[in-house]
């Protein structure tokens, strides 16, 4: 191996099952001398605070009147940008399409080193979510600008 990569790792935190899939490879990347940042809305579900080269950082949404939902999908974005360059992060890995792969491409684009972005598709991101027509365009987009794409099964 070469030097230990530093990979920020975008998810849903909850017990679904792209969020353990996601944790769990970012833990087993950890555990092969990786340096691992989980960007999300919270402590994704396996993971133990004080875990060896493992980091949570918690995205923050505004909570304003005028919004009637907090922009998540941008904030996100923000938080991506942050600890990619207050960490120097080699690349994003995002595990479901929409929000993460547009916030990745976005967090990307805002510094000046471009950051590679690996997205995994996971069903019904494509599926359901990708399929709906308030989300394809942004969903095919998303997918296009990623650096590579990988999905858990061959049917995606």
Known sequence: MTRPLKIGVSCYASAGGSGIVAT???LA???RGHEVHFITAS???RVHLGQERV???TVETLDYPLFEH???TLALAVKMHQVASFHGLDLLHVHYAIPHAASA???SQMGSRRIPVV???HGTDITLVG???SYHRITRWSIEQSDRVTAVSDFL
């Open 24 to 26: 769990e490879l970012g």
């Open 29 to 31: 990347l950890a555990e």
């Open 43 to 45: 402590v994704p579900f």
């Open 55 to 57: 980091s949570v950082h």
């Open 70 to 72: 907090p922009p998540y």
């Open 105 to 107: 491409i976005l967090a």
């Open 119 to 121: 997205t995994t598709l």
């Open 131 to 133: 399929n709906h027509p």
